[in-house]
């Protein structure tokens, strides 16, 4: 069992009782408690709406760990931890409460005033929850206090700046961690060592060797209950905005100056601003219809429940985009994403340039393909590098084969989910892993023209890879974002 690094606090969960706080927030405290993570005076306090014991929360959580496949030994002395209040985000009185609620625990088990706020609450309870802990005193306790953010961060550039402004009355920037669970997975941190730790790959890691960049986020799920929150949004602010525009930040960012928060959020920014304007005729925006997934018959994202009639929401889109930097000009990095697809994936696949020769197909020899690096984010983390090799006998011939590697099969046990990774970054302090305002508001910039002007919408089955207008925005090899798996 790890021993815990991190000091004595409170965490606070902000819509404690929520979805996300079960299905997410509680295992992963649980994990962290059962690996030995979380300091042995650390204690959880649940917040929410309805009134509930201290105990009736206990049970609430022990359901949700016990799902999560938690041992039963662990759920009951991660259950210890947790406490509850209830609290309405609009009344400013019950902040004072939960500060006098913070001072007696911190009091009952020795906890300095060292505190984190998660806030896993609609985007409309959001600046009330901001502003009640700011008003309370509680963003400038005698110790340490964390705010946590979840997506959305806005609705596009002037929310974003709005939300910005408004957070940044209460909280400095060091003390506010915005939360894209991506950035939490194995495979992305990895990213970076693979990409620095191996002189081979930063070498090859520029225009002179690579031809393009997909970064591909698959769902094979339609919009189900989020239908009339995703009616708001659509793929563009749901996925792109965040999601994949955080992929492309650390794929196509310089080396920073140190493996730090403030060198890597540095290095992220500058890729944000070196985007080029992105051409209308780059851009293709689909909307699923009735067809067959996974056997099953889907019916089209206009007859789901909480969609408005003749909706022009886009359910999938695909981007071409450049970054106009000294290592990137003139490789197209393709931004691909949509629901009811056929298959759950989030990948990025590095296309190589194809040697300046085609030295064996004088030979006869099929030579047509390119070196392809596949990064598999989910639903197996891992990497695989296609290249070609000699088939055994004659005539000669070539085959291109793929080298994997797959985390589950070389690590035991599962790999930690994302969330695990970024609430103990939050306990230790770690901000690298998380978004900056500067982030936020660059990446709305990009996409703003975007929203502003949203190009023509295409329908395409459920069950397919989107509309066949948006085929020519994707790498050439489709087999392998389409089908190749580690």
């Known amino acids: 069992m790890t021993t815990s690094t991190n000091e004595a606090s409170l965490f606070v969960i902000f819509g404690g009782t929520g979805d996300l706080s079960r299905r997410k927030l509680l295992p992963a405290l649980g994990n962290l408690d059962t690996e030995g993570h979380l300091n042995p005076r650390m204690r959880v306090l649940a917040v929410g709406r309805r009134p509930k014991t201290d105990e009736e929360f206990r049970q609430l959580a022990k359901d949700a760990l016990g799902q999560a496949g938690l041992p039963s030994e662990r759920i009951e002395a991660t259950a210890r931890r947790l406490h509850y209040q209830v609290l309405d985000p ?3 009185e019950d902040y004072r409460t939960l500060g006098r609620r913070l001072y007696d625990l911190g009091r009952e088990h020795d906890i300095p005033a060292n505190y984190a706020f998660y806030l896993s609450l609609p985007p409309r309870a959001f600046p009330l929850a901001v502003a009640g ?64 730790a191996n002189a081979f790959i930063e070498s090859s890691w520029n225009r002179e060797r690579i031809d393009a960049v997909q970064i591909t986020v698959g769902e094979n799920l339609g919009v189900g209950t989020r239908a009339e929150y995703y009616d708001h949004s659509g793929a563009l602010r ?44 780059n851009v293709v925006r689909g909307q699923y219809t009735a067809g067959e997934l996974n056997g099953q018959a889907v019916r089209g994202y206009l007859q789901e429940d909480g969609v408005a009639k003749g909706s022009q929401t886009e359910t999938f889109v695909a981007i071409k985009l450049f970054v106009d930097s000294w290592r990137w000009q003139g490789v197209p990095f393709y931004l691909r994403t949509g629901k009811c697809l056929p298959a759950k994936t989030t990948q990025i696949a590095v296309r190589f340039r194809e040697a300046p020769v085609g030295y064996f197909k004088q030979m006869g020899c099929n030579q047509d393909t390119a070196d392809v690096l596949t990064i598999a ?38 790999l930690p989910d994302g969330y695990q990774t970024l609430l103990l970054d939050v306990l230790n302090g770690d901000q690298t892993l998380f978004v900056h305002s500067d982030e936020v508001e660059g990446s709305w910039r990009v996409y703003a023209p975007l929203l502003d002007n949203p190009p023509k919408i295409y329908n395409y089955a459920a069950g397919t890879w989107g509309p066949p207008e948006a085929d020519s925005l994707a790498i050439p090899e489709r087999d392998l974002w389409q089908k190749e798996t580690v």
């Open 377 to 414: 984010l989910q639903p197996d983390e891992g990497f695989i590098f296609h290249l070609d090799i000699k088939m055994p006998g004659a005539p000669l011939r070539l085959e291109r084969i793929p080298l994997r590697f797959n985390y589950n099969e070389h690590f035991e046990g599962s």
């Open 133 to 196: 802990l700011g008003e309370a005193g509680l963003n400038q306790p005698e110790g340490w206090s964390r705010l946590v953010v979840e997506k959305p961060f806005g609705k596009d550039l002037a929310s974003a700046e709005k939300l910005n402004a408004l957070v940044h009355q209460h909280f400095q920037e060091d003390q506010i961690y915005r939360i894209d669970h991506y950035l939490g997975k194995e495979t992305v941190q990895n990213l970076l060592v693979f990409r620095l």
């Open 238 to 281: 749901d996925m792109v905005q965040n999601h994949l525009t955080q992929l492309l930040t650390l794929v196509a960012m310089e080396v920073p100056s140190s493996f730090s928060a403030r060198a890597i959020r540095h290095e992220k920014i500058k890729v944000l601003q070196s985007i080029a304007p992105i051409e209308p005729a």
């Open 90 to 92: 609009g009344k400013p």
